[in-house]
């Protein structure tokens, strides 16, 4: 194998020409700064959604409830920045419903009261539905169970 000598070597024949230099270093620099804020934008910057689910809750909070001839179905808990809501379908399945303010009671798991929140239900003809979104504490969020009473 023959040895190269870095004496004898013309490095001045292995410069590259400015112009190319001054066309391709910027260009690299904006597609390395494009990719940085794509990449933070995907990492960091996410939709703002007020509502996020409260993870905390019973299985038994949300299962059907009957109050009546009232059907309460697809219970749903939501928890948002200051206020957590408590929302369900109620179906009729007897004689026309007048409205009514009902007190929905939250239990512990012993089934002692913990809290109280009026709701007012609606006139719901028989066979007809109505979606309620009612505003609870925090601290009936993590209940139990609940019944309505009313």
Do not use: W
């Not at 410069?15 to 001054?22: G, L």
């Not at 004689?95 to 002692?112: C, G, N, P, W």
């Amino acid at each position: 194998m023959k040895k190269i000598d870095i004496k004898k070597i013309n490095f001045k024949n292995l410069k590259v020409d400015n112009k190319i230099i001054k066309i391709v270093i910027p260009i690299v620099a904006l597609v390395l700064v494009v990719s940085i804020c794509i990449f933070i934008g995907i990492a960091y910057i996410k939709p703002k959604d007020n509502k996020k689910p409260n993870l905390g809750i019973s299985n038994e909070l949300v299962k059907d409830k009957t109050y009546l001839s009232l059907s309460i179905q697809n219970i749903e808990i939501e928890e948002g920045e200051n206020l957590v809501h408590l929302m369900a379908n109620i179906f009729n399945n007897g004689e026309t419903f007048s409205d009514r303010m009902v007190d929905i009671v939250f239990l512990d798991q012993e089934e002692k009261e913990i809290g109280r929140v009026p709701t007012f239900i609606s006139q719901i003809e028989h066979g007809g539905a109505i979606r309620i979104d009612t505003v609870i504490d925090k601290k009936s969020a993590k209940a139990h169970n609940f019944r309505v009473e009313g």
